[in-house]
């Protein structure tokens, strides 16, 4: 790029250039932020031989952002940071290989899902600094900027890492933040010293490595101390490294080190200038009070959900408006990656630039007045019509921050709990002074603080989510419930709607959706649950996918519930959008508009307040204006036979099945030993099933729930209970409590925010009903943390979801063993969590009865007799694989079969080995396990040792073999994407795009399926 025509600033010197330039040595930004206000957009500065040009203007940074043509470039002052954090994520150079698997592994720790998580560490650590606070109230002016640090240290490191820096609790810094800020004070004077000087320099240096010595055994420690505890799938930053198995342990220092940088700096920087702008701007100030009053009202110690937080828009505005005037990591250099032009000029491959986010942040496309405090300039109308590329206070493209929505979510949650509790005091009359290190913060900035002692209460109360619906149906109105579903929840939720349909009069019937693929009934309405398997219809909507572009839909009135997990973004909700669109398309009629209901987040709720929209568009097409709802009990008289349970398990198809053996597959006695069961259970008469099929089982709540739930529901477990009228639950006869508490319902689903208004209703202490959240506890955990109140049974009843059925892959094969089922289940257990299903499976003895039904699985998923296949898998995900390759042996089947398999150690829980190792002498198999803690040739997990049979791998692959993933979908399945698309790359020279369309492809012709889950 030819500078020579650029301007820069006056007064530029032989050798020095333009260090003399402003106060270049402790405020480069500012003084860089004042040549842009007089240079214009694009200038440059000249540092001893050095010359650096700045881009501000909105044109010139969209132009840049082009990650097509430019990429993150590490300018100096950043690349010195290496001495610290080494290739961590913000400081690893764009060839490195660290920075992508880093990438790829931490992802997962930002998704919506791992932010609930995060919620109720980052409000702990915020009611920390409130208690410091609290202390102040009145009397001695806080240190703003300094306990903001405090505040974000200890939150990264406890959310991320599970440690505790204890910021609040010390009379001195923790030796970690002492050297820290140091060492980060000391590679800024670096960049600023010029070359000859360093011998004057060497006491520093000299303290700085030691500094890095210090920083780097404390995180080593973590590290060791979280592997030497053996916690596994923790779901945190340190968890998904190590369990990920792709860095090595330097490099996860590096990522710890960067992630304690990064995470503290620029949050507690943006939090101070928030703070010092809302106490210069008192009309602000008051409407954000209106914003939390209306949130949190009178309560002394609000307790925000992680929902609460994103209803603070105006706080977030707020943030983003102090973000606009100061970002707190004020510059980003980008390079060339290809000879291209530059505002007309031409750039050359190699050559950078450096944006001045700050200058950027006034350009003309902000409006006037740029140097305002002004939040309403990130209203969503303001927002939706300003550029895209004219606001980078994170960075841009593929190496932007990638923690941003844990930044904001810590800073609003923060901020919001500070507006609502105190007067905020600009007792000394503060101007504005920042500091600069490796971000910017207000040096010298405190306040005073008092309680707020009046509220502006500005919006109406917030409403339940659910609505009462009254009416009734006209008399014979048919009413379809069709589903897609594969493992059962749609088939449920669609039970559960037909049986609101017969409280509401109608004639309903429930169908999957293949039943209708030759056209839908104009007779009443249809209603529609449905799922997405990887973005394709489910087993039981295929037929019905396929005949929907041709479908006639005229005089069809439908509604359509789409139910998914939005952690799967690149095909969460996709059939039922498709559903929903091809019926609008083929002339049918929408009567509510699409539901989502989102299995990561509150599932139940979702579905209940979609609902009660549906049933008042049903009520209002098809209802009986002169009927009035039916009051009192709908008597029925009928024979009682069978047993306690004979009604619920009629609703799930269920029979009675004997347990014949239950046998540890594990060395439990082994430090490394983890319990994996294998079960052998009896089929009654006239069941069969084929090999890879599921059995579906109803598990009973534990003993010690059972006695909880009671406990906290003031009732006698002995207590005999009748229900009248149209029972909420399968109940054809009185039971005990014990019974319905054991059989009938769900005791640990996460509570909703209608549970909890219900919860406030029935509780008398204001104090515990102004605490009540739902913040991903279940009902009984909030009900003994708030004692003073219950729920009358037939409230917790409505509350409770029906008992659901459990999955589990069939591990034999009928070849071998055509009317008794071998099944392989881990017993789930995460700290006090005890998995319901897998804990009532597992604790079956010899005789017992198990109350299950044969379900089968994807017809994709079963393996042919003579295909060349690749199984891949890790723990009881192996169980399919077992009956699949049992019935290779007994057919004599000898096509190429590889199976991979992921286990911890060969002497601890290498499930079913001599079986396996029988089959692979028969010819039948190839067994390719790999060893978590006793690695072979390096290979940990199957993704490594799938890289290391690359060769063997493409060559099945060419040959048409299948690929057949089971297990894991929140790592092994990722990991093994990557490997599969790393092989394809690696033979044929394909960029990452075709390497990916070529998977793509393969999902699409099920010659690559996964049956997954992702827990």
Known sequence: MDTSRLPHPPHRLPLLGDLLGGDVRRRPVQTALANARSLGPVFTRRFLDREVVFVCGADLVAEVSDESRFAKHLAPGL???????????????????????????????????????YHPTMLKVA???????????????????????????????????????????????????????????????????????????????????????????????????????????????????????????????????????????????????????????????????AEVDAMWGEAERPDPDFADVGKLRYVRQILNEALRLWPTAAAFA???????????????????????????????????????????????????????????????GERACIGRQFALHEATLLLG????????????????????TLTLKPSGFTMKLARRTSRVIAVEAAQGVQRAVAGQAKAGTALRVLHGSNLGTCREFARRIADDGKEFGFDTAVAPLDD???????????????????????????????????????????????VGDRNWAATYQRMPTLIDAGLASSGANRLVERGEADASGDLDGDVAAWSARMWAALLEAYGDPSAKPQEGPQWTVAPLIGDTTSALDARHGLQRMTVLSNDELVDVDHPLGRSKRHLRVALPAGATYRTA???????????????????????????LIAFSGRSPLPVDRPVTVRQLLTHFVELQDPATEEHVRLLAEHNPCPPERAALRANGESLLDIMEAHPAGTLPLDVFLRCVAPMRPRHYSISSSPQNSADVVDLMVSPLRNGSFVGVGSHHVTRLRPGDTVRARVSPCREVFRLASDEPVIMISAGTGLAPFRGGIADRVARGV??????????????????????????????????????????????????????????????????????????????????????????????????EAASQRWLDELIATDRYVEDVYAG
Not at 127 to 139: K, N, S
């Open 79 to 117: 690349e010195m940071v290496r001495e610290i954090a080494g290739d961590g994520l913000f400081t690893a150079y764009n060839h490195e290989p660290n920075w992508q698997k880093a990438h790829d592994a931490l992802l997962p720790a930002f998704a919506m899902s791992s932010m609930r998580t």
């Open 693 to 719: 099929d599921h059995l579906t089982v109803l598990p009973d709540n534990r003993p010690e729930q059972v006695e909880r739930a009671a406990r906290l529901l003031r009732l006698d477990l002995d207590e």
């Open 127 to 289: 009611r920390t600094l409130i208690e410091h606070w609290d202390r102040h109230v009145d009397g001695e002016p806080v240190q703003v900027p300094e306990d903001m640090t405090k505040l974000t240290m200890d939150t990264i490191g406890l959310a991320g890492f599970g440690y505790d820096f204890g910021s609040f609790d010390r009379a001195t810094e923790h030796p970690f933040v002492s050297a820290l800020g140091r060492s980060l004070g000391r590679v800024q004077a670096k960049t600023r010293e010029l070359p000859w000087t360093a011998p004057l320099h060497r006491k520093e240096d000299r303290q700085f490595e030691a500094d890095v010595a210090l920083m780097n055994k404390i995180v080593d420690d973590v590290i060791a101390a979280r592997k030497a505890s053996g916690e596994h799938g923790t779901g945190d930053l340190l968890g998904l490294m190590l369990d990920g198995g792709e860095l090595d342990e330097i490099n996860i220092r590096n990522q710890v080190i960067t992630f304690l940088i990064a995470g503290h700096e620029t949050t507690s920087g943006a939090l101070s200038f928030a703070l010092h702008y809302l106490v210069k701007n008192p009309v602000v100030l008051a409407r954000a009070q």
């Open 894 to 991: 000898t096509s190429p079969a590889l199976c991979y398999f992921g286990c911890d150690h060969p002497d601890v829980d290498y499930l079913h080995r001599a079986e396996f190792e029988a089959a692979e002498v028969a010819g039948a198999v190839k067994m390719r396990p790999t060893f978590w803690k006793a690695p072979e040739h390096g290979w940990e997990f199957v993704q490594h040792r799938i890289a290391a049979d690359a060769d063997e791998v493409w060559e099945l692959l060419e040959a048409g073999a299948r690929v057949l993933v089971c297990g894991d979908g929140r790592r092994m399945s990722p990991a093994v994407r990557q490997s599969f698309l790393a092989v394809h790359a690696a033979r044929t020279g394909a960029d």
């Open 417 to 436: 709990l500070l507006i609502h509790r105190y007067r905020l005091i600009d007792h000394a009359d503060y101007q504005l002074d920042i500091k600069e």
């Open 516 to 562: 209708y693929a030759s056209g839908l009934p104009t007779d009443g309405p249809v209603v529609i649950v449905a799922a997405s398997y990887n973005g394709r219809p489910t087993d039981d909507a295929v037929a019905f996918d396929a005949a929907l572009s041709e479908m006639d839909g005229s005089g069809v009135n439908y509604a359509v519930l789409g």
């Open 334 to 396: 980008r390079e060339a990656t290809v000879d291209t032009t530059l505002g007309g000029q031409e750039i050359h491959q190699g050559q950078w630039v450096i944006v001045l986010t700050p200058a950027l942040h006034r350009d003309p496309v902000w409006g006037d007045n740029v140097e305002a405090f002004d939040p309403d300039r990130f209203t969503p109308e303001r927002e939706k019509a300003r550029p895209v590329h004219a606001f980078k206070p994170f960075g841009t």
